[in-house]
């Protein structure tokens, strides 16, 4: 069964770091470039980073450009995404996603290519 489990959300300070996992289940990093992607209330869903399996390439949303980073683990079958810096603006759920389209990654990040979504973890900053 594949599946993407996502973790390591929670409540942080404005300035603050939190580092999201996306594990894997069912099928390889190999094949498939990951994406991060988070839906604030009321807002559409936002591609933020993307990492490919064909060159490791990455992309950042311009949102994020400069503050977040993003890795991944084969043997572990995971990806990472390093927020720091972070602003009450990137309060929302993250998701990652797989894109089932190309193992790259392009400067803008596709919804409807990803697929196998998580469940999404929770990021909120707040004082």
């Known amino acids: 069964q594949v599946q993407l489990v996502e973790s390591g959300g929670g409540l942080v300070q404005p300035g603050g770091s939190l580092r999201l996992s996306c594990v894997l289940s069912g099928f390889t990093l190999d094949y498939y470039a990951i994406g991060w992607f988070r839906q604030a209330p009321g807002k559409e869903r936002e591609g933020i980073s993307c990492?490919?399996?064909?060159?490791?390439?990455?992309y950042f949303a311009d949102s994020v450009k400069g503050r977040f980073t993003i890795s991944r683990d084969v043997a572990k079958k995971t990806v990472s995404l390093q927020m720091n810096s972070l602003k009450p603006e990137d309060t929302a759920v993250y998701y990652c996603?797989?894109?089932?389209?190309?193992?790259?990654?392009?400067?803008?990040?596709?919804?409807?290519?990803?697929?196998?979504w998580g469940q999404g973890t929770q990021v909120t900053v707040s004082s």
């Open positions: 990492i490919s399996s064909y060159d490791r390439s990455t």
């Open positions: 996603a797989a894109n089932l389209v190309t193992n790259r990654c392009s400067n803008s990040m596709v919804l409807h290519e990803y697929g196998y």
